[in-house]
């Protein structure tokens, strides 16, 4: 059974900085794909980055390219999600997800999904 855990989420003001890490277990992922989707209140659940673990190819939203990086730690099997320049408008629920094959945009397309983080960016 895949377990994600996700932590690093908070309160930070407007141009700083957060680092929330996933961590994965139960299986070997080297066929899987992880990302982070992001549901703000009221509006419907969005991807923000994914990265396929076996290669490392990076996926990311328009509104966050160039801000955020995805990566991973094969060591740790853990994904990361280094977000930097946060704007208000990222507030929201973070959660990580992971699927059998490549990266997806659509989220109903995950089938293990974490708890989820909540960040909060103020001004």
């Known amino acids: 059974q895949v377990q994600l855990v996700e932590s690093g989420g908070g309160l930070v003001q407007a141009g700083g900085s957060l680092r929330l890490s996933c961590a994965a277990s139960?299986?070997?992922?080297?066929?899987?794909?992880v990302a982070w989707f992001r549901q703000a209140s009221g509006k419907e659940r969005e991807f923000v980055a994914g990265?396929?673990?076996?290669?490392?190819?990076?996926y990311y939203a328009d509104s966050v390219k160039g801000r955020f990086t995805i990566s991973r730690d094969n060591a740790k099997n853990t994904v990361y999600l280094q977000m930097n320049s946060l704007k208000p408008e990222d507030t929201a629920d973070y959660y990580c997800a992971a699927r059998l094959g490549p990266t997806q945009a659509l989220y109903d397309s995950y089938d293990y999904w974490g708890q989820g983080t909540q960040v909060t960016v103020s001004l």
């Open positions: 139960g299986r070997t992922f080297s066929s899987y794909a």
């Open positions: 990265i396929r673990w076996s290669g490392g190819s990076t």
